[in-house]
Each structure stands twice: as C-alpha cells, then as structure tokens.
C-alpha cells in the first residue's frame, strides 16, 4: 500500500483563495479526518486529491508519482454530493460503475452479490435509484466505492442520512478496510464519528491548515482540563460552579456531567463541591477535552486572527 502526499497546494478561486499551502500525509493502515467548517477548503482539496480540479500551486502525489488517470483508477471515492442515476436499476448502475473501473462483468456481479448481501440488501438489485430512501441510496453509492478494491478510499461526510444501525456496519466496514492496510481519508465535520474512527487528524479553517497530528497527540497538547464526573442526588451545585465561571459544562445528564475547567479551577474543587452536595460518586476522572471542544477554540481563535491579519492590512 502506498502514501498520499499533499505538497503545499493552493486553489483560488476568481482571486479568492480557497485553499492556502496545504500539506499533509495519509498512511496505509490508517484513517486519516480531514476536518473544518463549512467553507473551510475540505472539498476543494479533495477535489485536487481525486484529480478533477487542478492545484494552483503545489502538488499531490499517491505512491510517489502526481496523481493523474492512473491513480484515479486505484481510488474510491464517495462524494458528500450524490451522483447516482436515479432511472437506473441497482444492480445496472453498480455494475456499469464497476466496469469504468475496470473490474470485468462476472467479477463485478460476484462483488455486487456480496456488498448486497453485507449490507441486507439483496432484493435492490432490480429497483431503481429513485424508489430507494436516502439512506439506502448512501449504502448503494458507498458499495459502488468498494467494487474495484481501491487502494486509497476518500469519505465525504459517509454517513448522511444512514440510521444507527447502519451507520454501525458502514463503520465496522471502515475499519475492516483499515485493517487489511488501506488509505483512508475521511473528512467531515461530525467530531463524534472522527474520534471514533480516525487515527490522524487535519484541521482545515479558512483554506489554511491550522491543527494536525495523531488524534491522541492532538488531545494532549490542550491538556487535561475536562472533568467527568457520575453522582447520585442533587445537581445544583453544577449551576453555582459555572454561574462562578468555575466550570463551562458541555455534555449534562440526569446523573452525568462532563464540565471544563474555567479560570484556574482546580479539578479538586469540583470534586470538593461533588462531595458536599451528592449522596454518592460514582465516577471521577480529570481527561483531555473532547474533539469537539478542540474544534470550536481552535477555529473560532484562526477566525479571529483573520480578522486582525484583515484589518492589520486596511490600516497598511
């Protein structure tokens, strides 16, 4: 299996940059977030990856060589915008889409056979697109990205409009992919499925990269300043803690709360405070912020230094 390589790339866009000297690296055996707002310059730089827009500036490579026709073919990419053909049976369009990629008929009916089956699926081969809901038509586009055994898979926001149920087996299929020494590249902007899938992270704000590494590397470089805490009894003295500016809580429930810690609030206090107030404690662990928590300071902080560097350049 082989590297992706992203080499200082840049896009603009009629003047607009929406890509800013972008660079990073996607491993075999791993699985790769690629995350951002809305806006970021996510899809812009996927679209490079998959060689349909060209990078200004920069370049991408895939198993040392720039991506071109060639590397498209070892590919699989599922766009966050859908792209099936609606009057189509099932079983017709998975094959055809097999077929561009070069896998013969008889192999392409045995692979549509089994994904079908994986996925519960085996009366849509006769259907057309446009009788499927949403989220069967998100399963039948995911198998389409599975049939040719790609090297290098690229996920655009895979689990829109999936169920529980079939987010879970779209996720183990994920990690089985992992598991057989992949490429995976996955971007979104779902926080909770990023830590539960990834094992690097880039975060992309305003066409820059602002954040990237090992998710665990990650979270311990904004230290271990999340509390959990699980109690029996009374709660009201979580709303005198954050009404002090002691804790912000984030995630609350009827006998769980994780709470960051504000203004040099010792972590003992909380527990302090836990102790005084509950009838029992069950659980106290002092742990790194969650990904979601990380996400919202580090772009709401490159937010604002964009505008300082804005207005720094107004008054030059």
């Not at 866009?13 to 995350?35: C, K």
């Not at 899938?197 to 311990?220: A, W």
């Amino acid at each position: 299996m082989a590297d992706l390589s992203v080499e200082h790339v840049t896009k603009r866009y009629n003047g607009a940059t929406a890509v800013d000297d972008v660079s990073f690296e996607a491993r075999p055996g791993r699985i790769l977030g690629l995350l951002g707002p809305n806006g970021a310059g996510k899809t812009s730089t996927i679209r490079m990856i998959t060689h349909i827009i060209m990078p200004d500036a920069g370049r991408v490579t895939y198993d040392g060589a720039r991506v071109g026709p060639t590397s498209q073919q070892r590919m699989g990419y599922l766009p966050e915008e859908r792209g099936l053909y609606k009057k189509l049976k099932v079983g017709e369009q998975l094959r055809y889409l097999a077929e561009l990629k070069g896998v013969d008929r008889h192999t392409a009916d045995e692979k549509i056979t089994h994904w079908l089956r994986r996925f519960e699926a085996t009366g849509w081969a006769d259907k057309k697109t446009d009788e499927l809901s949403k989220g069967m038509q998100q399963k039948v586009q995911f198998i389409a990205t599975l049939l040719h055994d790609p090297s290098l898979y690229i996920f655009d926001e895979p689990f829109s409009g999936l169920d529980p149920l079939n987010a879970q087996l779209l996720r183990d299929i994920i990690l089985e992919l992992r598991a057989d020494g992949v490429t995976i590249l996955f971007a979104s902007h779902r926080m909770e499925r990023v830590e539960q899938l990834c094992d690097d992270i880039c975060l992309m704000s305003q066409g820059r990269l602002v954040l990237e590494g090992p998710l665990q590397d990650v979270k311990s470089r904004f230290g271990r300043d999340t509390v959990v805490l699980e109690f029996e009894g009374d709660d009201a003295f979580l709303d005198r803690l954050e009404k002090e500016g002691r804790v912000s809580i984030h995630n609350r429930s009827t006998r769980r709360a994780e709470m960051r810690l504000q203004n040099g609030t010792p972590a003992r206090r909380v527990l302090e405070d836990a102790m005084q107030h509950t009838s029992e404690i069950y659980h106290f662990e002092q742990v790194a912020p969650p990904l979601n928590e990380i996400f919202i300071d580090v772009v709401s902080e490159e937010q604002g230094a964009d505008v300082a560097r804005r207005s720094s350049r107004e008054r030059d």
